[in-house]
């Protein structure tokens, strides 16, 4: 698998115009400053399909490795993007073949959880993973539409359709493809790519995604109300992350295959099931699939501060109303995130004598902000 530092770092690179030059150049240094350019959004494009943003890494290096291969017999017929995506589409059909969907606990058709049932074992299950921002997620700068594109709740629901609707819907509905185009890029008549979207339309809104709430810009409350939460998960304030739920609010937090919704419900789950007491959890701000997350760092005996989880929030106005948890913690380091912090840290804009706040983390560029994680 590449490393995230090479995904992330590619991204950052200098865009230009996906116009085809009067001559093609020829040789390996000409086709990586052309295509280059085009490897976070197709690390974007390949996330949607498989719904892992590791995945997401090895599917983006075989497709410009294909590309590579083949770039002496393209003729710039069609612009270079636009051949890049239809290799990356076919990578991705390949790879998903005989594989399961990734699902998130909502999606397992299981009725949500008592929070004072014990947990079950975590569950081998393939599950859906965020997309950092700075590997090929979106900030605030980017297009409403791309935002949208890559939400968690759009993607969860994308894994519920079979890979060739699958990328029926995001080549035509994302990519704004013709039918004709997203027909050539999977091999199917425009008739079927018809067909397919139809079904896949209906599939995704069977799951009651709202599409036209994608995640923005923060406004000042939004700000205000993640830092109370922030403050909250450090001094475990059960009663006032109640108020900051909405009223159907979902917390999942895979690999385990409960769900819980309620505010109540989940600050219960909050209070018994997790670990951390007073002082005990510090988080760190970064964004992934262009929405508002935190690293959330559990204290150790020796007082220092490791990885736990990592939480992607969707905020309804001034209140949250989901809140995945994902325990991978290798997403910490794809985030751009520190390893650990020191005995003695304190949450951001906390001060104490002999203390470490976590804004140095973020003013040494460790931990980005929300929203400036993909500039």
């Known amino acids: 698998m590449s490393s995230s530092g090479t995904a992330a770092g590619a991204g950052a690179r200098t865009v230009a115009a996906d116009a085809a030059p009067d001559a093609r150049p020829v040789g390996d240094d000409e086709f990586m400053q052309r295509a280059d350019q085009f490897r976070r959004e197709l690390l974007a494009h390949c996330y949607r ?28 017929r069609s612009s270079l993007r636009t051949w890049l995506y239809r290799i990356a589409t076919n990578v991705c059909l390949t790879a998903l073949e005989g594989r399961a969907r990734r ?15 014990p947990l079950s074992e975590p569950t081998e299950v393939p599950w859906l993973s965020p997309l950092p921002d700075s590997m090929g997620g979106s900030g605030p700068e980017d297009a409403a539409e791309r935002r949208e594109s890559v939400q968690l709740a759009f993607v969860a629901a994308l894994q519920h359709l079979p890979p060739r609707q699958r990328a029926a819907l995001v080549l035509r509905d994302v990519l704004q493809w013709r039918a004709a185009e997203v027909a050539e890029a999977v091999g199917t008549s425009t008739a079927a790519v018809n067909s397919a979207l139809q079904r896949a339309r209906a599939a995704v809104k069977a799951a009651e995604l709202e599409r036209d709430q994608a995640p923005g810009e923060l406004d000042p409350e939004q700000e205000e109300l993640l830092q109370r939460y922030v403050q909250a998960f450090w001094e475990k304030d059960v009663d006032t992350l109640v108020g900051m739920f909405t009223d159907r609010a979902v917390w999942e937090m895979p690999p385990f295959p409960e769900w819980y919704t309620g505010p109540v419900s989940i600050a ?6 997790c670990p951390g007491q007073v002082h005990d959890m510090i988080m760190l701000p970064t964004s992934a ?15 220092s ?4 989880h990592l939480q992607v929030l969707t905020l309804e106005e001034e209140k949250v109303s989901h809140v995945g948890a994902f325990f991978d913690t290798s997403l910490f380091e794809l985030c751009g995130l520190p390893p650990s912090l020191p005995a003695g840290s304190l949450p951001a804009g906390s ?8 804004d140095e983390f ?5 931990a980005p902000a929300h929203g400036n994680a993909a500039s």
């Open 289 to 303: 699939n262009g929405q508002p997350a935190f690293g959330l760092y559990m204290k150790q005996e020796d007082g």
């Open 268 to 273: 219960r789950l909050i209070d018994t099931k």
């Open 305 to 308: 501060f490791v990885p736990f």
């Open 103 to 117: 699902p998130l606990p909502t999606g397992l058709g299981q009725p949500s959880s008592d929070p004072d049932t």
């Open 49 to 76: 399909m498989s719904g892992s943003a590791h995945d997401a890494e090895d599917l983006v290096q075989e497709t410009y490795l294909r590309a590579w291969r083949a770039y002496d017999k393209f003729e710039d």
């Open 362 to 366: 973020s003013a040494h560029g460790r």
């Open 351 to 358: 001060l104490r004598a002999g203390s470490v706040s976590v």
